[in-house]
Structure formats: C-alpha cells, structure tokens
C-alpha cells in the first residue's frame, strides 16, 4: 500500500493494513478477529474500498459472521460515510442482534452522522427486542441527542441509567451531557453537573464547557473555566487556544492577542489540521499549507481559481479568531485557502471524475471558513463531499450540510 505524507491522522492503521495485506498472500488464513481488526483500520482511514473488499473476502470465504465481525463492519461503514448501507447491513442481519455490540455500533454510527431520531429509534427498538443497554451505548445515545440538540431527551436518558438499568454514569457519559447542555445553551447547567461530578472533572471535561462559552461568548464563565483548566493541567495546549478564540469571537482582540503570545512563549504548539483522502487505494495526507505533495503546484493553481469561483457564487471567507496576528485581508484569504481539509478536496476534485463523491477524514474539528466554503464547494462543482472530523461527519450537497450548521 501506498500513501504520502503519512503524518499525524493515521497512527498505525496504515501499518496495520499493509500487515493484513502481506497475510493475505503469505500468511496464514485470516480469521473473525483478525478481519475486524483491519475493519476498524479500514474505519479510521475512511478506506472504504478496502472495507468493502474485505465484506466480499468474508462472504466468499464463508467466514462466519458474530457479533463482534457485524459491529466492526457496521463500524467500518459508517465512518466510511455510507451510514445508509451501514443500515441495511444491520437489519439484514437479524440472527446476529441478540448481543449489544451491533446496535452499540448503529446507534453510534447515527449519532456521528448526526441522525438522532433514527438513533433513539433504534435504542427503543432495542429495548422492544429486550437487549440489554451497557455502557457504550448511552455514550452513543447521549452523543447522538448532543448533536441532534434533544436537550430533554438527554436528560431523560442520563437518568435513566442507574434508575432504570442500574448502569452508574461514568466520566464519558458526563462529559456528554456537559457537550449537550453547554452548546444548547444551557451553561449554567452544563457548570453545576460538572461540580455535581462524583469523580474530579478533567481538562476534557472542562474543556467542553469552554468550548461552549466560546460558542455562546460567554467571557466572564469562560475566563473561569480557563483558570481552571490551567491549575489542572498548564500544558493544556487547547485551553489557551479556546480562551484566545473565546476573546475573538467577542472582539477582544487585545486580550486574544495576549494570550497568544503565552502561547508562544512557552514554546508549544498547537496540533496542527490534518487531512487525509484516500484514491485507488493510495492515502494522500495534507497538513495545512502543506507544499510536500507531488501535485502542489497543480493543486495550489486550483485553489486559486477555487476561491475565485466560490467568491463568484456568493463565499464570504470567515476570517474568525485563528488569523489574529495577520493584518493584511489578502494574507488571510491565502491562509484560509491552505487549510489541510481545503488542500484535500482539491486534490479530490483534480483526480475523480466529475459526480465522484469526495470523502475527507480530519484529525480536528472544521473551522467555521471551511465548513461555510465546502458547502458552497458542493453547489459549485455538483459534488457531495463527506468530511469526518475529530467529533463528527458532515454530508455537503448542493451547497446545504447534514449538520444543519450546527456542530
């Protein structure tokens, strides 16, 4: 298997299918366990070519299918973007959904793809076929009425857990509804369940919550979450990123600009965005600005006539709070166009015939400038174009995303 720029998004996934790639030929016969674990590979690296090959090796070699292989592939599936497919799958395999993992693997495939109701759909129906919820489940279930924003459905179902299935609330199952609550809105909540915790919060925990102070420039909350994250954990690179954005986002640019600066004093960095798209089963990775791709001098020319035909179309870029310390309108517009995501959907564009849907997997959350420009992407060249990023997928089509712009 071939790929470029191997950095930072894939871990050791690629490695793990070259693996299964030389078992195949000289190893031996590959089994249940083995198949899922190059499934979950397939699944982090959005490879959904390999994944489905390896669907057809399992049924030509009449592998017996478990529970544990149907959750893998319905996995694999789903973070392949084909959540629809991942569904069929499901509900043709009735025998194998007697155990938890299957439905554990669709409830959190619909709560990625942001299809709540289908999620809690699905939790009903299992409670009907009287499967037993665990753990993992309602961290997929609070996931998906976080992204849906079904506040009082959360609510419901976090409670439910020790009353109804005498499953305690663990800090994942926390720091869900924390997400849901602060980014509905509801900060002061979001505050008291977080000292309510039975467990000490961590920076995670925190961190979400600054997150939606961010959201909903609540200063005052979020300077206070933010001196606590930083006595918890000082190295706490994405805290002080989330306070100077926070600053931003309210117009404090002074203070932003400040808090910038401890940043570069002490010397560390911020993770930096990284794309990856996969083409005839060769993995393209893109850092943003990245100039070490074979095609960046085609790529880069794209980009330019891009941005001319999106900003013909009505694209505004969002110069946002990551551009503070440049001054120069033109120089922020370049900067925005070098985004990883940006650099990989060209390369999509540039080497798949036209109507090819276009998939991305990113290492961070999309910023408000790409997630506004990939859906006038999508209007402009009558493309679909499929971004998973570190909390979720986004289906663009005809200029609209899934998410409904909220994410």
């Not at 002490?266 to 850092?287: A, Y």
Request: glycine share 8%.
């Amino acid at each position: 298997m071939e790929y470029y720029n191997c950095r930072l998004c894939s871990g050791c996934f690629m490695e793990a299918l070259d693996l299964f790639h030389e078992m195949l030929q000289t190893g031996p016969t590959p089994n249940e366990f083995t198949l899922a674990s190059a499934l979950a590979a397939c699944a982090n690296l959005v490879a959904l070519d390999q994944g489905r090959w390896i669907h057809v090796y399992i049924d030509k070699s009449e592998i017996k299918m478990n529970e544990r292989l149907l959750a893998s592939l319905l996995d694999m599936y789903a973070k392949c973007g084909e959540i629809d497919f991942a569904a069929k799958v499901f509900h043709d395999e009735y025998g194998l959904k007697l155990k938890v993992w299957p439905w554990n693997a669709m409830i959190g495939g619909y709560a990625m793809h942001g299809k709540s109701k289908e999620a809690i759909d699905l939790f009903e129906q299992m409670k009907v076929e009287k499967v037993s919820p665990n753990k993992v489940t309602f961290v997929a279930l609070l996931n998906a009425c976080s992204h849906g924003k079904l506040v009082e459905e959360g609510r419901g179902y976090f409670k439910s857990m020790a009353s109804s299935y005498g499953i305690e609330p663990e800090i994942e199952h926390y720091g869900c509804m924390v997400d849901l609550l602060g980014r509905s809105g509801f900060l002061k909540e979001a505050e008291e369940t977080v000292f309510n915790m039975p467990m000490a919060p961590d920076a995670i925990i925190w961190g979400a919550l600054l997150g939606a102070c961010k959201i909903h420039k609540d200063i005052e909350r979020g300077q206070r979450i933010g001196k606590i994250i930083n006595e918890l954990d000082s190295d706490h690179i994405g805290c002080h990123v989330l306070l100077a954005n926070l600053y931003s986002a309210t117009g404090q640019w002074d203070e932003a600009k400040a808090v910038r600066q401890k940043i570069e004093v002490s010397g560390r960095k911020k993770t930096p965005g990284c794309s990856s798209i996969e083409l005839n089963g060769v993995f393209h990775q893109f850092l943003v600005g990245d100039r070490s791709h074979p095609q960046t001098k085609q790529l880069y020319l794209f980009l330019d006539e891009m941005t001319t035909k999106l900003k013909n179309a009505g694209y505004v870029p969002e110069f946002g709070e990551v551009l503070l310390d440049i001054d120069d309108e033109e120089d922020k517009e370049t900067a925005l166009s070098k985004h990883s995501e940006k650099l990989a959907i060209a390369f999509g564009l540039i080497n798949t015939p036209p109507g090819t849907a276009i998939r991305i997997v990113k290492n961070l959350r999309v910023c408000a400038d790409c997630h506004e420009a990939t859906k006038f992407i999508s209007k402009v060249y009558k493309r679909e174009i499929i971004v998973r990023d570190r909390i979720r997928y986004h289906h663009f089509k005809d200029g609209f995303c899934s998410c409904k712009d909220y994410w």
